[in-house]
């Protein structure tokens, strides 16, 4: 028989409240700047890996991307230090690691920015597309983890609880076969799944009320 305990109000700490903003900040801001991508008119041919922009603007959005997915990393963590999705090693296991996995993407942010004039496709950028699926399908994994742990703990209630699980799910489908299609359908998935983190940093900031905390929930 599962124990429950009484619903307790979750609380925010000062973590939770900056990773909160970041989290909302940053879902906007790359919701936004992915709808840009997707509307602006093109300033080099499509067979060149920095299309639709010129190489000095695809290294000013390149380096957006870099600052934009470490705010979504330290949002990432502030969700796990929060409890909100659990104290144990499943809770720690996914946080970290979708922490380090979104980190890792903004490092390859920066990477790309040497291919900018590269033909595409190539070796070059196929090598590019190779390193963000891996990662991008990690952090997938990772948030997968992240939301069963939420989903377990029940700090979180209603929609809040899903929101992790929803994340990790959406890389898989539909974000990868999104991302393999048209080039306008990628900028709008991507769009769509970074919105969601605007959704889970307004959690973090706006926690609700609890559901019923399961008292051995963090066991695994």
């Given at each position: 028989?599962?124990?429950?305990?009484?619903?307790?109000?979750?609380?925010?700490?000062?973590?939770?409240?900056?990773?909160?903003?970041?989290?909302?900040?940053?879902?906007?801001?790359?919701?936004a700047?992915?709808?840009?991508?997707?509307?602006?008119?093109?300033?080099?041919?499509?067979?060149?890996?920095s299309?639709?922009?010129?190489?000095?603007?695809?290294?000013?959005?390149?380096?957006?991307?870099?600052?934009?997915?470490?705010?979504?990393?330290?949002?990432?963590?502030?969700?796990?230090?929060?409890?909100?999705?659990?104290?144990?090693?499943?809770?720690?296991?996914?946080?970290?690691?979708?922490?380090?996995?979104?980190?890792?993407?903004?490092?390859?942010?920066?990477?790309?920015?040497?291919?900018?004039?590269?033909?595409?496709?190539?070796?070059?950028?196929?090598?590019?597309?190779?390193?963000?699926?891996?990662?991008?399908?990690?952090n997938?994994?990772?948030?997968?983890?992240?939301?069963?742990?939420?989903?377990?703990?029940?700090?979180?209630?209603?929609?809040?609880?899903?929101?992790?699980?929803?994340?990790?799910?959406?890389?898989?489908?539909?974000?990868?076969?999104?991302i393999?299609?048209?080039?306008?359908?990628?900028?709008?998935?991507?769009?769509?799944?970074?919105?969601?983190?605007?959704?889970?940093?307004?959690?973090?900031?706006?926690?609700?009320?609890?559901?019923?905390?399961?008292?051995?929930?963090?066991?695994?």
């Amino acid at each position: 028989m599962t124990l429950t305990s009484p619903a307790l109000a979750p609380s925010r700490t000062a973590l939770g409240t900056i990773g909160g903003w970041a989290l909302l900040a940053g879902g906007v801001t790359g919701a936004a700047s992915a709808v840009l991508l997707a509307v602006v008119p093109p300033q080099v041919d499509e067979s060149q890996f920095s299309f639709p922009l010129g190489v000095a603007a695809f290294t000013a959005v390149q380096l957006f991307f870099f600052a934009h997915h470490l705010a979504l990393a330290l949002g990432l963590f502030a969700v796990w230090r929060s409890g909100l999705a659990g104290s144990g090693p499943l809770a720690a296991a996914g946080g970290i690691a979708a922490t380090l996995t979104m980190a890792a993407l903004a490092v390859q942010e920066i990477v790309v920015i040497g291919a900018a004039e590269a033909p595409h496709p190539s070796e070059q950028t196929d090598a590019v597309g190779g390193v963000y699926g891996v990662l991008s399908l990690l952090n997938g994994a990772a948030l997968i983890v992240f939301g069963v742990a939420a989903l377990r703990a029940r700090r979180w209630s209603g929609w809040r609880r899903l929101l992790l699980l929803v994340l990790g799910v959406y890389v898989i489908v539909p974000l990868t076969p999104a991302i393999l299609g048209p080039f306008v359908i990628a900028r709008l998935a991507i769009g769509l799944w970074i919105l969601l983190f605007a959704a889970l940093g307004w959690a973090l900031l706006n926690p609700g009320p609890a559901g019923r905390a399961r008292r051995r929930d963090d066991v695994i």
